[in-house]
């Protein structure tokens, strides 16, 4: 079975941006675990509670065909953490889907994996893309070889049906 690993903030993640995804991506045979800052429960910014399954020292990148970082203003942990900045390189570099949705885009531009990549992300992160050196589009969801970036949650139902096809392509 494939499977596709979310790294989630441990609180405040987008609950449409968790939900929406996970469930097309299992409703299409993937297995999705979910990864934070801490294991256990984890609740989003409209109380939806979700369980991380492991931290992200845990993740080993062989066991997983793609990797996608949830939004939401909680996402912010992840900004500078050497952890999560290494996940995105390492699945980005093996050719493995790497995606990120709302402000979450943000940790994608400050792995480095955006240089000369189009990619969206919600509003308040476009500096920070542009500076990672990302073409900003606007787009509500942008498609550039193995980066699928999505930018908030009304493209979270596009944003898991990219993920799909790209796992399965």
Do not use: W
């Amino acid at each position: 079975m494939k499977s596709i690993v979310f790294i989630t903030a441990p609180a405040v993640f987008r609950d449409e941006e968790y939900a929406k995804p996970k469930k097309i991506l299992e409703d299409g045979g993937i297995q999705v675990v979910t990864a934070s800052v801490k294991k256990g429960e984890i609740t989003g910014k409209y109380g939806l509670k979700a369980v991380s399954d492991m931290t992200l020292e845990e993740i080993k990148p062989d066991n997983f065909d793609a990797i996608a970082y949830i939004g939401g203003g909680g996402s912010s942990v992840f900004f500078e953490d050497p952890n999560a900045l290494k996940l995105a390189n390492e699945f980005y570099h093996n050719g493995k889907p790497t995606a990120a949705i709302c402000i979450a885009g943000t940790i994608l531009a400050n792995s480095g994996i955006l240089k000369g990549k189009k990619a969206t992300v919600f509003i308040d992160g476009k500096y920070a893309l542009e500076k990672g050196g990302a073409e900003y589009t606007g787009k509500p969801l942008e498609i550039d070889g193995s980066i699928i970036t999505a930018n908030g949650p009304e493209a979270a139902e596009e944003f898991g049906k990219a993920i799909l096809k790209a796992i399965n392509s």
